[in-house]
């Protein structure tokens, strides 16, 4: 089973550069499943109904979220109409959507978790230990892959360890900047601190510099603007597991400029 992950998709850069690499990555590598973080794929803060529509049209079939997946009040309307949009299980006093989604494909169960990690995040979530025990005894045996998004590699990494076995992949997301520690842990779980992102390359995390620089070092309160123009980068992860143990046989980190691999 082969899946492939991309990291966070920012604005309409992230949006086309994803469906570039959609028309050719999907068929090259042969995959089963694709999912995308699609926290940022509006504007840099959450996700639209338009938006998310887009990325399943072109291919996704799984879009977890993280810290801004209630960015735009209008999620509301739409998040129980998609089946596979996942937002962070263990937000608090949030009844709507589903913080982990289980998919058949080709005949095997495949779940798909969103978490939200603790260090360094404003959020007031609940733990994401005690939480993705809760999902364990609930969700179907299979592969399950966690999506926690997280600013803290330690904090990822400790979960993934303590999960180590138990779950297929714990990917990291959220810093939008892609870490070179993919690997398999002792009991078979794939791992990597962070996948990175899907936006314009020459940026601060998806964002036009300038309009961050006014902001962080000149107190600007305007938004932060979206990177329009230039390169735009492609940050995945390829993995692959096997059926029967659920566990991964490799995992690859995959960064793309412009549709050729960097
Ligand atoms: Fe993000
Ligand atoms: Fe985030």
């Known amino acids: 089973m082969r899946i492939l992950f991309f990291g966070d998709i920012v604005g309409d850069p992230g949006i086309a550069a994803v469906s570039d690499v959609l028309s050719f990555l999907g068929e090259e590598f042969d995959v089963d499943l694709i999912i995308a973080n699609g926290e ?34 209008s999620i509301d309307d739409f998040i129980e109409e998609f089946d596979t949009l996942v937002r962070p299980y263990n ?11 289980t998919v058949d494909v080709n005949g095997v169960a495949v779940t ?65 900047v892609q870490t070179n520690d993919a690997r398999i842990l002792p009991q078979g779980t794939a791992f990597t601190s962070d996948v990175g992102f899907c936006g314009a390359q020459e940026s601060v995390i998806g964002f036009e510099p300038q309009s961050v620089i006014n902001r962080i070092v000149f107190g600007d309160p305007k938004p932060m603007a979206i990177s329009m123009d230039g390169d735009r980068c492609v940050n995945a992860v390829l993995l692959e597991f096997d059926e029967e143990t659920y566990m991964a046989t490799s995992v690859k980190t995959l960064y793309y400029i412009n549709g050729k691999e960097r």
């Open 40 to 73: 940022n794929a509006t504007k840099g803060f959450g996700i639209s109904y338009r938006d998310a529509c887009a990325l399943f049209d072109r291919g996704v079939d799984i879009i977890t979220l993280g810290n801004h997946w209630h960015s735009r009040n």
């Open 91 to 101: 937000v608090r006093d949030y009844d709507f959507g589903q913080g982990y989604v």
């Open 112 to 176: 798909v978790t969103n978490l939200l990690g603790t260090a360094f995040m404003k959020e007031e979530v609940n733990s994401p230990i005690v939480s993705m025990h809760d999902i364990l005894a609930a969700a179907p045996e299979g592969i399950h892959i966690v999506d926690y998004h997280g600013e803290s590699t330690s904090e990822k990494s400790v979960f993934a360890h303590y999960f180590d076995g138990q779950v297929s992949a714990v990917i990291g997301t959220h810093t939008h």
